[in-house]
Nanobody
Framework: QLQLVESGGGLVQPGGSLRLSCVSS????????IGWFRQAPGKEREGVAC????????NYADSVKGRFTISRDNAKKTVLLQMNSLKPEDTAVYYC?????????????WGQGTQVTVSS
């Protein structure tokens, strides 16, 4: 059973930091790129950051560049999102995501999400 389990969310003041973790099971993490997405109330889910299977390549949304860092530890089957200089507009539920393709179709898998609230 493929699973992605996020943790590390919480309430933080503006300017603070949080580190989110996404622990995988049921598939070989080394073979896949992983993404972090977020969804704020009343808004569509948006991509935040992604990392290649090896970790050599990363991409970020413009809104988080210079503040967030995505990394991975394939041995621990974990992808991390370090979030610094948090702003109230970063408040959202954060999800990790993987797309796994077979010969017939591709599948999107999501974790259950972790709430991040940035407020004074």
């Amino acid at each position: 059973q493929l699973q992605l389990v996020e943790s590390g969310g919480g309430l933080v003041q503006p300017g603070g930091s949080l580190r989110l973790s996404c622990v995988s099971s049921g598939f070989t993490l080394d073979d896949y790129g992983i993404g972090w997405f977020r969804q704020a109330p009343g808004k569509e889910r948006e991509g935040v950051a992604c990392i290649s299977s090896s970790g050599a390549s990363t991409n970020y949304a413009d809104s988080v560049k210079g503040r967030f860092t995505i990394s991975r530890d394939n041995a621990k089957k974990t992808v991390l999102l370090q979030m610094n200089s948090l702003k109230p507009e970063d408040t959202a539920v954060y999800y990790c995501w993987v797309n796994i393709a077979t010969a017939i179709k591709s599948y999107d898998y999501w974790g259950q999400g972790t709430q991040v609230t940035v407020s004074s």
